[in-house]
């Protein structure tokens, strides 16, 4: 059975810093594309970023460029996102995804092509 268990969320002010991690039960964790996506109130389930199964090759939304970075740690079956500058507008549930994929080159960005997801971790930044 597939689990992947998002923690470091919590309540901050703009400006600080947070680290997300994300512990996935995949095996083998290397083959997964993985995603951070994140849902505010009232508003629709969006992209953050996503790294394919070559930690080299990244994507991240407009909005989180230069601030934010993601990772991985295929020994460690762990994804990770480093949050930095955050504002008032980046609260929200943040949620980790994953997806098998043949090749190692690729990410997703539609939440319609993930499988497995996290129950997601609140991030409240204050102003």
């Known amino acids: 059975q597939v689990q992947l268990v998002e923690s470091g969320g919590g309540l901050v002010q703009a400006g600080d810093s947070l680290r997300l991690s994300c512990a996935a039960s995949?095996?083998?964790?290397?083959?997964?594309?993985m995603g951070w996506f994140r849902q505010a109130p009232g508003k629709e389930r969006e992209i953050v970023t996503a790294i394919s199964r070559n930690p080299l090759i990244t994507y991240y939304a407009d909005s989180v460029k230069g601030r934010f970075t993601i990772s991985r740690d295929n020994d460690k079956n762990t994804l990770y996102l480093q949050m930095n500058s955050l504002k008032p507008e980046d609260t929200a549930v943040y949620y980790c995804?994953?997806?098998?994929?043949?090749?190692?080159?690729?990410?997703?960005?539609?939440?319609?092509?993930?499988?497995?997801w996290g129950r997601g971790a609140q991030v409240t930044v204050s102003s």
């Open positions: 995804a994953a997806q098998w994929s043949a090749l190692k080159y690729i990410y997703y960005t539609d939440p319609r092509n993930y499988n497995y």
């Open positions: 995949v095996h083998p964790f290397a083959v997964y594309v």
